[in-house]
């Protein structure tokens, strides 16, 4: 598992920073950060055995919010603890009132210290109760400064138990020097006391606050959007076409806040947007617009595209800047917007970017910003980010910035995914003479991801003088020379992180996925074997090797080994889709097992609701497998339809090939 930093000074490692990358991925693609699931409630049944039930349903608390954090607090004084919610979303709290009826006893306290700390924060109270028969048994709680994520417990500590049990002593453990313990004189059931150190306790009177039972209100979505960034984000060098069909670029400080519109010969609402901002064009002159056509953002635009741009400024009135979009423009300020405000979303029109003078990205509009709007903005986009930061929170409060501050990693890797990676590696070698070994690594990663390995391999070996003993480094090293041809001082280099790392399992697990990402799966599959003599139940580990046979064709060995994954860990759906493939397209047919890789396959389809595309690939071969091939056309159409809607173009020759041997009446044989 990976590691988050022990402190703000620590760097992360690799696996905890992708990890975080991965999730990123996954919510700027739409997907929720829980699942989407409901709220669930568990009973617990008692008994020797750690048994629950879900009760959810059954007593109302199997919400579709996105939940963080539940608080049990008596609020109504009736005994029995009621619900605070705190949610992701809306609604942003929840509260949920217990009218259930047990016939169970209760009793609360309120601590105040005196020696102590005034909260008796740390103090413990130990309640013995005795049953009818003679049965004792004590319960006891503890006051916390603190509870859950986004929310906070109440200090009253609550007691619940049944009503035949007397309470028989209270002891208050004070967390002070030199305190053993208060023995309080047993007070009655039933009530809520005040019991301050070292006196009497004496029952309090609960102020109780109405709340009203209703329905949720939400507000009423807008059309338009409008998003200001407290974290203002570097934009990178812009070019595009002017009108008379010369190259124009756009970069660095401004004179004026620059509007960069896009909009489209047919959009009517950006018909409107322009026509009004013709009408009142004096109102704007503090700021420069840039209307792009995207008509021509195509890799081949029609030639006609260009005259109904002509066209449709020329009917517009335009008085302002205008020009033709092209892809990495519109990619560009894609990324900069999914950066900071993660979803990433198709181009809505009109939509529009506000840069300030210093150069920076500061609002983001999609529909119509409205010319007032547009004004107001435009002043604070003159000024230093402190206003349009104040600008940005609709009440006033302190702000969090300086506890995620925007990290020049961040701004890289938002240029880097735009396909900007001069401008990333500039602005990442403005930080090397802070960022040592850091910086190099980044910078490492970048040239890897534009395939540029001879320029890797150099910022690596920078990394490594930063940090000669790190083995994680060593290895990466190692890998840069691998693909760059140094095999023999990349296996010199390999060898050396294995005498600085001790752990044998971890390390040779390590060098495995080094060489499963350098195509070396031979290599891989021994390092996975040596690793897994070390820890023959470490999953991980275990499905590495499964996947390095696979790929080596050792069919039995990689069935096997994503079976035994799937007993040690049951929910990993990479390894059931791996296993479900080569049940169901198997070249051994000894090895095949239709049924199964169709059940298997079935429940990762429910489980990815549908929405997978690989997975649907799957169970289009497990329907083919067992000679549905016509319910296996259907599902690879799905799955073919699903990855071009999610941009998943990787997926798509493949699928394809998978559809063309269904619809000719043949299953998939790998």
């Known amino acids: 598992m990976a590691q988050s930093p022990e402190s703000n000074t620590d760097s992360a490692d690799g696996a905890y920073a992708k990890s975080w990358d991965t999730l990123g991925a996954l919510i700027a693609q739409g997907k929720s950060f829980s699942g989407r699931e409901r709220n669930c409630v568990f009973l617990n049944l008692g008994g020797k055995e750690v048994s629950f039930a879900c009760a959810s ?41 217990n009218d259930m009826v047990s016939g169970n006893a209760w009793l609360a ?14 103090a413990r109270a130990e309640l013995t109760l005795t049953a009818a028969d003679g049965t004792k048994r004590t319960l006891w709680r503890r006051v916390k400064a603190g509870d859950g994520f986004l929310s906070q417990a109440p200090k009253t500590l609550h007691f619940g138990f049944r009503a035949e049990e007397k309470v028989e002593r209270l002891v208050i453990r004070w967390p002070a020097p030199g305190v053993d313990e208060d023995i309080v004189p047993v007070p009655d059931a039933g009530r809520l006391y005040k019991l301050t150190q070292a006196a009497a306790a004496h029952p309090v009177e609960l102020k109780l606050l109405a709340l009203a039972a209703g329905a949720a209100t939400l507000p009423a979505e807008k059309p338009e959007v ?72 195509k890799p081949e635009p029609e030639k006609s595209a260009i ?25 560009a300020l894609a990324m900069l917007e999914a950066r900071a405000l993660y979803p990433e979303r198709p181009l809505a029109l009109p939509s529009a970017y506000l840069i300030g003078t210093d150069g920076k990205l500061a609002f983001i509009y999609h529909g119509r910003a409205g010319v007032e709007q547009l004004v107001k903005d435009a002043a604070l986009a003159a000024q ?31 240029l880097r995914d735009a396909g900007y990676f001069v401008d990333a590696r500039a602005l990442l070698e403005q930080s090397l003479p802070n960022s040592g070994a850091g910086g190099w690594r980044l910078i490492a990663d970048l040239e890897e991801s534009a395939g540029r390995w001879d320029a890797a391999l150099a910022a690596w070996k920078k990394a490594l003088a930063f940090a ?8 990466a090293v190692s890998a840069a020379m691998w693909k760059s041809g140094e095999h023999k001082e990349a296996t010199a280099h390999m060898q050396r992180a294995a005498l600085l790392n001790k752990d ?28 897994l003599a070390a820890a023959p139940e470490n999953a991980e580990v275990v499905f590495n090797r499964a996947v390095a046979c696979q790929f080596t064709g050792a069919t039995a060995e990689a069935i096997a080994g994503y079976e035994s994954v799937l007993k040690l860990n049951p929910q990993l759906l990479d390894a059931a889709s791996n296993l479900a493939w080569l049940l169901a397209t198997a070249k051994d047919v000894s090895l095949r097992q239709p049924d199964k890789a169709l059940a298997l396959a079935q429940q990762l389809a429910k489980a990815t609701a549908g929405q997978n595309p690989a997975v649907l690939d799957n169970l289009a071969a497990a329907q ?28 798509l020759p493949e699928i394809a090939r998978h559809l063309e041997a269904y619809k000719a009446q043949r299953p998939w044989v790998e």
């Open 468 to 475: 000669p003993d790190d083995s994680a480094t060593l290895l």
């Open 384 to 414: 230093t980010p402190a206003d349009p930061e104040a600008a940005a929170f609709p009440f006033s409060g302190r702000s969090a910035k300086k506890l995620f501050p925007l990290t020049v990693a961040g701004q890289a890797q938002t």
């Open 226 to 297: 409008r998003a200001v960034l407290a974290n203002r984000l570097p934009v990178p060098k812009l070019e595009y076409l002017d009108l008379q069909g010369h190259v124009k670029s756009l970069e660095g400080a401004q004179p004026q806040p620059l509007l960069v519109l896009f909009w489209g010969s047919w959009c009517p609402v950006c018909t409107a947007e322009m026509h009004e901002m013709v009408k009142r064009a004096t109102e704007l002159s503090g700021v420069r617009i840039l209307a792009l056509a995207v008509d021509t953002a």
């Open 109 to 122: 306290l309120q601590l105040e210290g005196r020696t102590s700390n005034r909260d008796a924060i740390g």
């Open 307 to 331: 005259s109904d741009v002509r066209a449709g400024l020329s009917g517009r009135g335009w008085k302002f800047d205008a020009g033709f979009a092209s892809q990495a423009t519109v990619r």
């Open 57 to 97: 349903g059954a007593v109302h608390l199997d919400h579709a919010d996105d939940s963080r954090a539940v608080i049990p607090v008596d609020w109504d004084g009736d005994g029995d603890l009621d619900l605070w919610y705190s949610n992701r979303s809306a609604p942003r709290v929840r509260f949920m009132r």
């Open 624 to 651: 083919a497998s067992t000679g549905d091939l016509k319910a296996a056309a259907q599902t690879a159409q799905q799955a073919l339809a699903l990855a071009r809607a999610t941009g998943e173009a990787s997926l």
């Open 504 to 531: 044998a399992a971890d390390f040779q697990n390590q060098v495995g996925k080094v060489w499963q990402a350098l195509g070396e799966h031979a290599k891989a599959r021994d390092a996975f074997t040596t690793s």
